[in-house]
Each structure stands twice: as C-alpha cells, then as structure tokens.
C-alpha cells in the first residue's frame, strides 16, 4: 500500500472561482486526498427538504479532475438551524440539567430517533448522488464522536431510550434490582419507567446504574453510526471513516470500529499535551513544542487495532491551534516528523487540518498548510518533503510487536462511575503502561479485551480491566510469554459487583486482592529494592510464588511463570523497572533511548524520532530536535 497525504477542506468558505487554484496548490503540495462537506449541511440543505447539490458537484468534479481523491463526510455533526425548529427537543442536555444550545456545532442527542432519521435521509441523499462517482474514494461519518463531551445526554429522549434498553436487557424489575443490589438504600423500582438517567442524584447514584447509562450512551453512537454506515454501503463500494479523537473513552470504539473499513483519529499533539496529558509543568515546557513522545504512537497503535489494521491520520495539526489553554507553534520539522511517525505506525494516510486558515469564525487562530492571505504556511513545505521522501521509500507494512496491551471502554465507564480514589482513571493508568513498553523500545499492539489468540506476543499488559473475558482468560492458560494482569483487573463482575469468590479469578493461579487502597499524591507505597506505586494498591492473598514485594513486606507482584499480577500503580521510573526486568526474563531487547527518542520498527527499517528539544545522538547518527532518522533493519 503506497503512503498518501492529504489535506481537509472546505470549499464552501471560499469562492468557488479560487477552487481550480487550491486543487492544483494540493497537488503541487504532493497532496493525494482531500477531505470535504462534514459540516456543510446547511449549504446542501439551506430549507428542509430542498436539496442544492451543484456546488457539491462541482467542487468534487474541480478536485477529483485535478487528480486528488475526495474523503466526503457527511453533515451530521452540524445539523442546520431549521432542524433544531423541527425537533426542539433533539438537543442534548447536560448533567445539569442545562440543554446545550445551537450556535456551535455537535448540538444533537444521540438518542434523539427523529434526528438519527434525519441523518439517515442525508447520507442516503449523498451516497445515491455520489455513491459511484469515481472521484468520493471514501467517506467520512460524522465528525468526531464524542467531541465536546457530547456522548452522554441527560434529555427526555435519553431516558426514554434507557428505560426500553435497560427493559430489553433485564427483562424485569427484579432481575434488574437484584443485579443491581437495589435493596441497599431503598432503591427497588417497581417498573422501567421509574428509572431516570443517573444525575442530580442527592449522592453518588448506585455504581451500576451509571454503568448502564455508560453502556445504554455508547450503544446509541454504535447505532447512531451503524445508520448511516449501513445507508451509505447501499450505494457506494468505497471505504467508510470515523475520524476518532484521542483519550475519548466514552464509546465503545472497538464496536463502532466493527461497523466501518478504516479507523481514522484526529492529532492534535501540541493542543492534547496542554489539555489532556497528565506531566509535571517541566516535562510539558520540555515537549510544548512537539507534543508528548508516547501520545500520538499510543493512538495509532490504538486506531490501527480499532481499524482492523487499516488505519488513518484524518487531521493532522500543522501549526498553532485555537482551543488549547496555550497554542504555541510546532518546532520547524514537526509537522514532518508526526507524518512519518503515523506512517511507521502503520497510518495509509495523514491528511492535515487543514488547507488554508479561516479568516472567519470560531477557527480563525487555527493554522492551516496556507495562511489566511494564501501565501504559505510552514507546515506546507514540511508536507511537500514528506511526499517526495515517500517516494523514495518502499512500500512497508508494520513489524510485528512483541508487547501487547489490552484496552477496554466498558471498563473505563466503570472506573468513571467508581473511581475509589481521585487519580483513577482507566486510560491513565493504561497509557501509563503503554509508556513503559515504549520507553523500552518495543512494538506495542493494543488489543481488545476479547482477545482470544496471544501467540504472536511475549509480553501482555491488561492493566485496569473490569473483569477478564472468557476468551483472553482462555488465551492466558496456553500463553507461553509472560502476562502481568493489574492493578485492579478481574475484581469485579461485568455487573459492577464484587464477585462471590473474590478476584482476580487467574487461570491456575491462587491470588486474591483482599484489600484496596488509593493513594493521595502526596503518599507513595515504596517497593523493596527500590521503586513505588502512587495512587492504587491491592493487599494480595494466596499461594502463588511472590515475585516482588513492598518495603512493609507485602506482596506486590505474585503469580507463576507465565501469568502474574501486579498488585498497584507503578510510578514511571518503576514500570521502567519491571517491564525490563520481564523483558531480560523473556530475552527481548530493549533499549537505552536517549531523551525524547522513541522507536519504531516497520517490516525493514526502524525509525527513530527525536522529540527532545535538543539534538539527540542515536548511534553514530545525531538527530536533530524534531528530527527523524530511519535506517534499514
Ligand atoms: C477537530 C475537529 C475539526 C477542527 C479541529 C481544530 O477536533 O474535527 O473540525 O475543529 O479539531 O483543531
């Protein structure tokens, strides 16, 4: 498969005379697709139900004849003013109770069914007009699930919805008030219609009941794609996208994954390291310019697992953008660097965000790969170097990954509702895992938690899951590497319930977690011969050899040859530790990487990225900040 580049447009911001121009600037650019229409449903449909397609016509006849491929998404995210007139009552509301106003965009409930029709109706309108037209190479649902919190809704709509879900998934009251434990506190229901959406409760509503609404909301986006999905392979061959966020857990993304061809996301890596990574303000000031070193290798990792292994970079940051507390400029070279990175990673495609700045509206501070003026922006060279360094480089497919870690959205839902202690967060602690094998130069799969095959992996992480699978319980018993299950995995039933023999429940492995703590930051539990735990730590029972142990004497890893548990939240330096001690167990390599530098193998090369602000040697070889190096394997 050949690497691609591409870019997101909007022709409807612009005169459509400039239109030829931008199209032969793309390609001048060493651009291939470009990405059109998900949010110009108002230009489609000024009037309900009057249809105005020829400036769609024509913009994908300009761009398709000048040789670039079209992504065309459709308008979901944005539905027009007169649809909010049609069905007041289709916006959603927040735990508030405060209805999320138009004015924006994503101002729709996933619930709201008239709304999901209308969708239908537009994306079926769309793939009849331009399911075979030679140029719409893919397309694109939606836009972005979930952004602006606007996965869980607390409307009418929504507890109309969960009420018949939770009918159909219990079938009767009591069944439902005994899984839930509703004996405790008074809180049987009598009847479905009872029972609300889980907020303005006078505490915490039972643990349960809001990971029913956390399951009933991600079931709604599934369907809410899976409308439109299906609509659209009615009339079209080509590939469908949804291009997913980072650290968004609020849907199931595997489910929705299963329902399309390719799992695109969006990196922001500057925006997300200022709003959505955890670090002490040094590590940020060290990587405000490039973005953490294990985010964007995180999601990609992720995405490609999501996508099946097919998988893209939809929008890619070129330069400062507006939403982010701070929005500093890219180091000169980024904008290349986090192409070849996704490549690496195994991307088929990175388009940036976006073609030229809007000198309008909400994004006007946001760069594009053309200033507002047209003349170039910084990232448009970066991109033309990427494409003529693609053509020189062979074709390559991923290497294989040694390291494998599981990633599970039900349990994420679990952990929001029962955090047990303030720093618990399921992709956290997980991402915080992924770093380690990282910082030790692996290959990393993420997997989903009904993996039923390991074979092709030495060392599997599931920190964090709810309860194991049958079929990845099954897949432990034969796995001949070395899996380190926890913290805090196993230990409930898929109901949120202790279960009666208390976990984890590991095949051949007598271990239990009969105590739990969490930590406040200023607490640490440390760990003989050095190395400590913050935030979570599971006093462990049983038989099972001990492989590790607290200062206090208490056990903090246990378990066999091939099947451990860890019994709390290793601080960085100490997964460092223990994920090289099982490596040196299992015979894998690992490295020594200088600061900032991360590695990635494909089938022949490995490439290295430099992330530190400073140059960075690597061998014989100096990188430069922000450099990229690859050498052939
Ligand atoms: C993404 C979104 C784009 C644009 C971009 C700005 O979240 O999909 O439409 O808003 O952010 O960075």
């Known amino acids: 498969m050949k690497r691609t580049l591409g870019v997101c447009y909007y022709p409807e911001h612009w005169p459509q005379d400039q239109w030829a121009t931008d199209a032969a600037q793309m390609i001048e ?5 470009v990405r059109i229409g998900e949010f110009a449903w108002a230009r489609m449909e000024a009037v309900s139900g009057t249809l105005t397609w020829d400036w769609l016509d024509q913009a994908i006849d300009v761009l398709g004849d000048t040789g670039l491929k079209v992504v065309l998404g459709t308008p979901t995210a944005t539905p027009p003013r007169w649809m909010i007139d049609k069905y007041p009552d289709m916006l959603a509301v927040d735990a508030a109770n405060n209805t999320r106003k138009f004015g924006s965009r994503r101002h ?26 030679p140029h719409v190479a893919a397309w694109q649902i939606d836009n972005e699930y979930d952004c602006h919190d606007t996965t869980l809704s607390y409307s009418d709509a929504a507890k109309r919805g969960f009420q018949d879900w939770l009918a159909q998934k219990y079938q009767s009251t009591d069944a439902l008030n005994r899984a839930w434990g509703n004996v405790f506190w008074s809180m049987d229901y009598d009847t479905f219609d009872q029972i609300d959406v889980p907020n303005l409760t006078v505490t915490e509503a039972n643990h349960p009941h809001q990971l029913a609404f956390r399951q009933y909301s991600s079931d709604q986006v599934v369907a809410f794609n899976k409308a439109q999905a299906d609509a659209i392979r009615a009339h079209s061959d080509a590939p469908l996208i949804h291009n997913y966020m980072g650290r968004i857990t609020t849907f199931d993304h595997w489910k929705v994954g299963a329902d399309l061809d390719i799992a695109s996301w969006d990196s922001y890596p500057i925006g997300f390291l200022s709003d959505r990574i955890e670090g002490t303000p040094k590590e940020k000031l060290k990587f405000l310019r490039q973005g953490h070193p294990d985010n964007q290798a995180f999601h990609h990792d992720l995405y490609r697992a999501v996508g099946r292994g097919r998988m893209w970079v939809m929008e890619q940051q070129p330069g400062p953008v507006n939403w982010a507390p701070y929005n500093p400029a890219p180091l000169p070279g980024m904008a290349r660097l986090w192409a070849w990175e996704a490549f690496a990673h ?5 388009c940036y965000f976006r073609w030229r700045q809007t000198p309008f509206a909400q994004e006007q501070m946001h760069a594009g790969l053309l200033r507002p003026d047209r003349a170039p922006a910084p990232a448009l060279a970066e991109a033309r170097q990427v494409a003529d360094e693609f053509a020189a480089m062979p074709d390559v497919g991923t290497a294989n990954a040694q390291a494998a870690l599981i990633f599970d959205y039900e349990s994420a839902w679990a952990w929001d509702a029962q955090p047990q202690g303030a720093d618990f967060e399921m992709f956290r602690l997980a991402f915080a895992a992924y770093r380690g094998l990282r910082r030790a130069g692996l290959n990393i799969d993420i997997l989903p938690p009904n993996t039923a095959d390991l074979s092709d992996y030495k060392l599997v992480l599931a920190p964090g899951i709810m309860s194991l699978s049958d079929p990845f319980r099954k897949a432990l018993t034969t796995f001949k590497g070395i899996a380190l299950i926890g913290p805090r995995t196993d230990t409930k039933t898929p109901e949120l319930v202790i279960p009666n023999i208390m976990g984890p429940n590991l095949p051949n492995v007598d271990v239990t977690a009969i105590l739990t703590e969490s930590i406040p930051p200023n607490d640490k539990i440390k760990l003989q011969g050095g190395g400590r735990f913050r ?35 290793p601080d960085d330096a100490t997964f460092d530790k223990i994920i090289g001690g099982l490596c040196d167990t299992l015979d894998l390599d690992t490295f020594a990487l200088p600061d900032g530098l991360r590695i990635r193998d494909t089938d022949t090369h490995r490439f290295v990225f430099n992330y530190a602000p ?20």
């Open 108 to 133: 729709y409930d996933f619930s709201h069914l008239p709304y999901r029709d209308e969708c239908r109706r537009i994306a079926t309108l769309m793939a009849e007009r331009y399911g075979k037209n």
């Open 29 to 33: 650019a060493g651009l291939t697709w």
């Open 535 to 569: 935030h979570w730590f599971e006093h462990l029972d049983g038989t099972a050899p001990v492989h590790l142990t607290t200062k206090d004497g208490l056990p903090a890893i246990m378990g066999g040859d091939h099947l451990r548990y860890l019994a709390g939240w």
């Open 614 to 633: 400073t140059s960075q040697r690597w061998g014989d070889t100096i990188i430069p900040a922000a450099g990229v190096h690859w050498e052939k394997l």
């Open 346 to 350: 195994g991307a088929e495609t990175v």
